[in-house]
């Protein structure tokens, strides 16, 4: 039906001459009337040179950021071997945009290398990282003056070769970080940024960079600047050293090799000269010595102390001040760190060589998973107010009785910055008088002095027994296993109990003041025991608590302070003016001596246990070992573990309950791990670009075959224009299809000697608006010409394909 | 060369060069860091050295533009040469030199901008492939430079004057098809008839016969007194000389097609060593432009003065009227013209 509409072959070739003429003066742009330029005479570019240039540039920033960072930090690697591997593996990125295909296949080898990499020297790779991390962690203690900081288990015994295989490899990485922003766009204030990130805390831990890295940041940073600042920097893939630029009537240099290395040479020695002049006139060390430090810093220095320790996580940290006192809350914090701030101030006349104990708060039952005590509650479920049980009552008793070896104190606690609560001493019947802070209690208390029985009777004995003696079904396994290897007995006493308990974590599990916190999903008492194997008071004082309940104590957990007699001699205030026989009455261990005031600190915050005892009532065990820390620390690489689900499996936990913990499990969960990140990143990665190579045509097929003729019609005449404004902005400004179609047959796209333009308007019209399906014979005939047209588009276009 | 006259700042990357200053003294402020410090002086002293360059290479600012060929043939291909010149150690990483290119026979004037950097001390040059796809005179020119500093804050415009000219003459071919027997027999014919003395020629010189001579160059009195043949020798003035009239249009693709016609015609009429006199209007100055052609050569050269002028002035609708006041004596004469697109080379008479 369309005969009509074709025109003879002559006039077709006509308007093929045209249109190759258009074509040409399109491709030659003019600079006046009968002078154009011949793009296919310009020089080539001389991209490699580029490339290498921008290598160089990508050298120096990488390294001279982490070589800042770590020469500040004095870390010890083979500086060497670090600037080889930058080096080439810079020159590697910068060369991955020679082409690009080569391009595709040089990021898929990089990623293969640095998977590999991974793979095969992860256990290095990761020990590196976490000596640096403790070697930060060592300069923010110097710094901060605090013991408490975090540290990470390096695994590999030659630091100095994981350092250098750490740094080499995230200097790989950052190298193909930093490329793609140098050698696409030139982002120096995002390099900037990112620099001035990584260099904060070595900053404001006041440790200086080297000279040498100094240099090489300023140059990179520098450099970049000028580059961007003047443009000409980004590769065309034309092969063309100059390109005319048409809207702006342009005649303009891709870039210039050349000149971009002689800046970046000229930036680096005026570096050279600029900062050796400066340390001759101004040395480091006179500025050290005159530096100070600001009252800014001043004001922030508990805010990044609090990071340093805890990471971000200690933005929000609500716990340092308060020590170990959490009201039962377990697990929540990685480390615990002291601010040694009053807490508590206490005035008393010392009566014993052993700790002094003030409990706040008593948890009867263990919530496994949910990680914490709770304070003992009624059949309803509510709380029961802490009361003064039996064996103060005895005390009390036995003081009025004249009995030997007994006692009655008083003791005044001031709450000076602790939370709100009951600080009782042993044993005292005022469990009601809640200080709060800023405000003063006087507790009168009866110690326990004699080590004799008190005479307990049988009721006592059997509600310790109702109260005191759950044990979660979740902890049993645990629990048995800790009994079993403390030996402990049902039928040895309770203080022979308490002994072989204290002993056996003395010996085995040792205390730390870092024990990481306890992982998502993981029971704080069964990993305490099961897997970390390190921990703090509370860590100790909760299994403990339920290893006797195991071998039928009744036992209660509790928190509170524990003021210790060295404590008391050395930080203590002699109060001159109180009389001691206010102040305790009966049997001393020390004798009597003067009143005297203790400000009690977090560090003093305590948790511990109290059994029953048959013979002796409620007693205070407390089995926490001394303080000892252990480089061998796997906290964080645990959480990332567990987080990626790549933690330990059954028969890992088997073994780790079995105590076999040994390093080729350790070094196959890395491997296992890295392959896993390894898949995942790859899956990712082609997912990325399956999606953004095809998502859009694949939605668009979708939609295709959903729609109606009249609508495929138009959907194909939608991308076909799409494709065609992509390089002729022009036609955007044409809304309806009249004109567009004109200004298609106007630049030669449109084969009127197929479709007569009146015809295809139409066609299209009533494709677009009209209820009237286009005919199979229409539709195809649109289909071709828009297929021919393309086909001219691409060729118009000058593109290179394939 | 040379005076400054523009300073212009580049806002965006100051205001981030002053971010990056401003930034690191902020935090030296807080953590009156070593590294901070020195970073700041580093700052201060490359602008300071980054400016101070852009200045020293302002004052020393010299562009120079050649082209491959003062005359060449249509369709050839040419370079144009940028070339900027200095004599400081300082380079610039982009100057943008404003050009204005001119083809004055079309009066067709185009601006535009070449990017180029600066090397250190010496010569910097670009050069530009070219083709030339029309005749004309082309006159190509720089007028002003804007060097921008290394660090991309400001920019200064210098004031540069540099240009260079080039003909694009038309390809002469000899014109195969024209028939040059007819016009100069039609021609010798029309003026041989015509009574002796009224031809356009001019006795130069009395002499002895040589055979050979015309007998109507015999001074039949002269021979009668001295007893001996005498002849006058002639020297044309326009008997062996083609008076060809070039009649432009005002369609500029026909007034190149008539000069590349009079090209082909007035090489033939020179194959038969035949000099042709050049008639082309000149508007400006109210007269014909007379360019006498013996030789290629001096044919040439006529195209090159004759696209030297626009267009429009070549146009006057009554240049047969003019001829025959300007050039009263003058009887027949070649017209190269446009008649319904058809361009033509005819022999008319001068009446």
Known sequence: MFDGFKETGHRRSEKRDLRKKQRQKKESPELTEGLVICPELMAGEKRIKMLLAKGVLVYLLVMGVMGAYLSSLDVELSWGVMHVIVFLCSLYCACLYYNKRWQNIGYLLLLAGIAAGGYFLGKYINSGFYAVANDMSEAASGFFDSNAMRSYGEQIGNRYAAITISMSYIGCICCVLVNIMVSRKMRCGLLVLLGAGVLAMPLYLEEEPSLLYMVMLFAGIFSCFMIRGNGHYLLTFRDQAFEWKSGKKLFSYVYDAKLVGRTVICVVLTCIIILGAGSVVYPRSLHQNIRGTSALKQDTLETVENISILGLAGLFNFYPNTGGLTNGTLGGVSAIRYDYETDLTIRFAPYTQNRIYLKTFTGCDYLPYRN?????????GNVVLERADTTTAQM???????????????IFVKNVAAAAGVYLPYYSEETDKVIYPGAQQEYTFYPSLSGKAIGVSENDRQEAVNDWLDIPEENQKEIAALCRNAGLSDTDSVQNNVKKLAQYYQDNIPYSYRPGATPYQEDFINYFLGKNKRGYCAHFASAATLAFRYMGIPARYVEGYGIDPGDISEEGTIEYDQKYEDYYQGYSEVGKTAVVSVNVTDASAHAWVE???PEMGWQVADVTPASGEEPDDNGLWQRILNFLGGGRNASDAQDSKNGDRTDSGAAAQVKRTTGYISVVLLVVIAGIFVIRRFGRQLLWL?????????????????????????????????????????????????????VRLEKAVSVLERAGFSRTEVTEEEYKLMSQCFRASQKRAGNASGRKRG | MTNKDQLHFRWAHMIGYLLLFVGDIGAFVVLRSYFLLMLAVVIVLIGILSVYGLFALAGDLQVRIYISGQEVIRDEEIELQVQMLHRRYFFALNCLLNMEAENIFRESKNSWEISMPLQPSGVSRVSIPLKTQYIGKYDIRCKKAGIRDLLGIVEVAVTVESGCEMTVLPRIDQEETLETSGFLSGMSETEESREKGHDFSEVNDIREYVPGDKLRDIHWKLSAKQGELMVKERISVSGSQMVV????????????MLLQKTGGAVASFLSQNLPICLLIWNGQRYEFEEYICSDMQELRRAFALILAMPLSIRIQEQQAVYLKNSYPFLRTYVSIENEDSQIQVVMRENV
Request: aromatic share 12%.
């Open chain 1, 372 to 380: 914490r005590w709770q304070r003992q509650t009624d059949a309803s």
């Open chain 1, 396 to 410: 009390k008793k036995n003081y009025q009785k004249n009995k030997k070896k007994t006692g009655k104190g008083k």
């Open chain 1, 611 to 613: 059994v029953f005892d």
């Open chain 1, 702 to 754: 979708l939609r295709f075959y959903r729609s109606s003729r009249n609508d495929r019609l138009i959907m194909v005449y939608q991308r076909y224009l799409q494709r065609i404004s992509r390089r002729h902005n022009s036609l955007k400004k044409h809304k309806n299809y009249k004109d567009q179609l004109n200004w298609l047959n106007n630049h030669g796209y449109w084969p009127s000697d197929v």
């Open chain 2, 245 to 256: 009239l070039v009649r432009l249009s005002k369609e500029k693709e026909i007034s190149e």
